[in-house]
C-alpha cells in the first residue's frame, strides 16, 4: 500500500475518538445498504421534505427555463441506526457518508440539467434516535412554461417537482417538511438573496397522489409565484413605446407641402423595428403568447 495513504489513514483513525469509530462500527454491523429500513417489508416509510431557496440564478424566458440554487432537505426514520448515548460517550449524533446508508432516490423530475442530478453529495446526519437528516446543496436547472401576454408586467409560477424514481407511495411516502393540517407548506426563504428582475410573490409547496396500475405514486410541488420588476423596461420600453406613438399622432397635424412628414414617418417605421427586435431578444419564440406591447405597437403601423 501506498506509504501516503497508510499516513492519512492513521491521521483519521487518530483524530476519531475511541467511542465514536465504535459506534460507527457497531452502526455497520448486520446493516444493508439496499434494504428500507422498515420492520415490515409491508409497511410504507415516511419521508419528508422541504426546499431552502437560496438564490434564483437566471430565468431564461426563450427557453423556458430557471437556475436556481436550493438546499433539498430530506428526513427519515431509520430503526437501524438506534443507539444508546450513553454507551457510547454520550454521543447523540454522528455524521456518515451516504454510500453507506439506505437513502431514498428522490429526483427532481423536471430538471433540464445536462447532469439531470446536479446536487453535491453530502454526509448524513443520525440522531440516536434514528432521525436521519441529508440537506445536499445544488444549482438546479429546471423547466417553466412562462406566458409572455402582459410582459413586461406578467406574473410567472415555476415548480419544482419531486418524486421518488422507484418507489411507489407503498413503499416510500413523501410528506411536505413542515406542512399546516392541509398538507400544504412553503419553501424555505431565510437565507434568499433577492433577484434583480423579479419579485418572489408567495411559495407554496403541495403533495400529490396518482394512481398508476393500482399503485400510488406521490409528487411533490414546490411553487414560486413571481412578478416582474417593470422599472427598468417601463423607463426603456414603455416610455420610448408612448413617445413613438405621439410622434405618429404628431405627422397628422404636419402640412402635406413639406417633406418632413415623410421624415418622421420613416423615421418612426425604423424606431419601431428597433424596439421590436430588442423585444424579440428577450421574449420566447412561440406563438402561444405574444407580449400586448408588441400587438399595440404593430397595429399603430
Not at 412562462?146 to 406578467?154: E, G, I, L, N, V
Not at 414603455?238 to 418622421?264: H, R
Not at 405574444?290 to 399603430?300: D, F, N, Q, S, Y
Amino acid at each position: 500500500m501506498n506509504p501516503f495513504l497508510i499516513f492519512l489513514l492513521f491521521i483519521t483513525l487518530s483524530i476519531q475518538s475511541p467511542d465514536e469509530y465504535r459506534l460507527i462500527q457497531d452502526l455497520k454491523e448486520n446493516y444493508d445498504i439496499v434494504e428500507r429500513p422498515v420492520r415490515n417489508h409491508t409497511d410504507s416509510l415516511p419521508v419528508k421534505v422541504g426546499i431552502i431557496l437560496q438564490q434564483i440564478v437566471d430565468i431564461d424566458e426563450r427557453n423556458q427555463a430557471m437556475t436556481l440554487v436550493v438546499w433539498t432537505q430530506i428526513t427519515w426514520r431509520d430503526y437501524k441506526l438506534n443507539w444508546r448515548p450513553s454507551e457510547y460517550g454520550n454521543i447523540t449524533s454522528v455524521q456518515l457518508p451516504k454510500a453507506m446508508l439506505w437513502t431514498p432516490d428522490i429526483l427532481l423530475y423536471n430538471s433540464v440539467n445536462s447532469n439531470f442530478d446536479s446536487t453535491f453529495t453530502v454526509n448524513c446526519v443520525t440522531s440516536n434516535e434514528g432521525e436521519v437528516l441529508m440537506a445536499p446543496p445544488g444549482i438546479v436547472k429546471i423547466s417553466c412554461d412562462m406566458s409572455m401576454t402582459w410582459f413586461p408586467f406578467d406574473e410567472q409560477i415555476c415548480f419544482m417537482k419531486y418524486g421518488s424514481w422507484t418507489y411507489s407511495g407503498s413503499f416510500v411516502d413523501l410528506n411536505i417538511d413542515n406542512a399546516n393540517d392541509d398538507g400544504v407548506g412553503t419553501i424555505d426563504m431565510t437565507y434568499y438573496l433577492a433577484n434583480e428582475e423579479f419579485n418572489i410573490m408567495e411559495t407554496i409547496a403541495k403533495r400529490t397522489i396518482k394512481f398508476i396500475k393500482g399503485e400510488p405514486h406521490i409528487e411533490l410541488y414546490f411553487m414560486i409565484i413571481l412578478k416582474r420588476r417593470s422599472l427598468y423596461y417601463t423607463l426603456n420600453w414603455i416610455i420610448p413605446s408612448i413617445l413613438i406613438s405621439m410622434s405618429n399622432i404628431l405627422q397628422f397635424m404636419m402640412p402635406t407641402a413639406g417633406g418632413e412628414k415623410v421624415t418622421l414617418q420613416t423615421t418612426n417605421v425604423l424606431a419601431t423595428l428597433v424596439f421590436l427586435t430588442q423585444i424579440a431578444k428577450t421574449t420566447p419564440a412561440t406563438s402561444d403568447s405574444i407580449p400586448v406591447l408588441c400587438e399595440g405597437t404593430l397595429r399603430e403601423k
